[in-house]
């Protein structure tokens, strides 16, 4: 009766263990764990620009360019984190989720969404940022760089469109150091 169940045990063990490591495999197979491979998938240290949407210019606040950091997942999933943008006074700003797509050898769109809350934490925006990118491949000695230009739409709780503003950013793949 013993032996029965040990062997049952073991037999669930076995196909538990060769499960993960299949799924790994499937899900972070060598393409997406290379690093530098031309690919968008990983992590990114951006910096981004708020700018005038008529002549692509700075816009001359306190706090731009202000950095982020994109995650972009296999799949077609993404995150941002960073910074709360500087024209939120005394907003806070979430988490980013959103989608990216491929559009073209090196070209990528993207759509993000989050939420800023005002001083008392109460929902006062919603922010949905379109990017075009183009990946730059970087070789052995450089990383991977990636630039972008956004478009914003700003919402109110209700859905209602409030404003527009417009974006550039820049960033590099977060990598190891070649270790000598």
């Not at 939420?115 to 006062?124: K, L, P, S, T």
């Amino acid at each position: 009766m013993q032996t029965t169940r040990f062997r049952g045990l073991l037999g669930l063990t076995f196909a538990v263990t060769l499960t993960l490591l299949v799924g790994q495999g499937l899900v972070l197979g060598p393409e997406a764990q290379a690093e530098g491979s031309g690919r968008l998938e990983g992590n990114w240290l951006m910096e981004s620009t708020l700018v005038n949407c008529a002549t692509g210019d700075p816009l001359p606040i306190p706090g731009n360019p202000f950095p982020s950091l994109h995650t972009y997942l296999r799949g077609g999933t993404a995150l941002d984190s960073g910074a709360s943008p500087p024209r939120v006074p005394g907003g806070t700003r979430t988490s980013s989720h959103g989608i990216w797509k491929r559009t073209g050898a090196q070209t990528f769109r993207e759509r993000f969404h989050s939420f800023i809350f005002d001083a008392e934490g109460v929902h006062a925006l919603t922010v949905e940022i379109t990017f075009e990118r183009r990946l730059i491949q970087g070789n052995h000695t450089e990383p991977d760089e990636i630039i972008g230009v956004g478009t914003a739409k700003i919402f109110t709780p209700t859905g209602e469109q409030v404003g527009t503003g417009c974006v550039k950013d820049r960033g590099r793949r977060d990598a190891f150091e070649e270790e000598e």
